[in-house]
């Protein structure tokens, strides 16, 4: 298999062109969907370390033509979303391992996420105060007695672990700031062979992790164990992806709303059944779509039952 990193013009950044696939006797990749561009990018990755990952990217190039029986699609997000109600476990699972680790009088700090992971506290908000302008400075000082062992937790987590950091709360909605904060649509990864810039993608352990497929982020909400599993390395295998082109045109009329809009596509899309499918928007009616427009139809993804909800 000829060298599938190039550098990237005028950058110290190499990237995985799906040239390269062409030119080690793939199908051409230029006319897949955004989706399965992504998915096979990954698959080229997984290529330059085991080259019998060969036949996962020769499927994916090949879409949508039948795979052979003994090709998989491996996900391997380039990081992983928590929020604090599914997240907390997964950091004790961790804490666990360690004092696993040092009781086998290993290296405890082998232990230690191989990816990115962003914990954004926001599902333990109380109000207790509103109306008045010391509400906010009141709520978060009631959130931090309350829940103080567990912030003691993460905090512990955040110094321990390299690749851990945590929003604490009055921050924002998870999603939110998954969106305006968290997410680079490019991610760079540090090996040693460089700078690799890849595409960003995601799990979440929440269901409404897809609102981040406005950005053209490609992630979706899974278990406490599939995250666990992402954190260390692990990918996640997925059958051929069904891929559901929605073409939009035109633009919303005056008085329309993306709320109105959104209502009606879960309507057509439940009907239409694309359940455990994956939606792509596209069309000339795109570029009269805002981010938060966007965001608004890929939040409610779970609602019509797609795994993801991609503007490429």
Known sequence: MAELRARLHG????????????????SDPSRLPMTVKVLLEMALRGLAQDPSEEVNARALAAWPAPPPQQAQVPYRPA????????????????????????????????IDPLVPVDLIIDHSVQVDAFGNTGAYSRNIEREYERNGERYALLRWAQQAFHNFTVVPPGMGICHQVNLERVSRVVQ???????????????????????????????GWGVGGIEAEAAMLGQPMFLPTPVVVGVRLHGALRPGA????????????????????????????????????????????????????????
């Open 188 to 218: 760079v990864q540090e090996g040693e062979r460089g700078s690799l810039a890849i595409p960003d993608s995601l799990v979440g352990t929440d269901s409404h992790t897809t609102m981040v497929n406005g950005l053209g982020v490609l």
């Open 11 to 26: 950058t110290a950044l190499d990237y995985v062109p799906l040239e390269r696939a062409r030119d080690a006797g793939m």
């Open 257 to 312: 709303t993306a709320t109105d809009l959104v209502l009606t596509l879960t309507e057509m899309l439940r009907k239409h059944g694309v359940v455990d499918k994956f939606v792509e928007f596209c069309g000339a009616g795109l570029s009269t779509l805002s981010v938060p427009d966007r965001a608004t139809l890929s939040n409610m993804c779970p609602e019509y039952g797609a795994t993801s909800a991609l503007f490429p």
């Open 79 to 110: 990081r992983v979303l928590l929020q604090d109600f599914t997240g907390v476990p997964a950091v004790v699972d961790l804490a666990a391992m360690r004092s696993a680790m040092e009781r086998m009088h290993g290296d405890p700090a082998r």
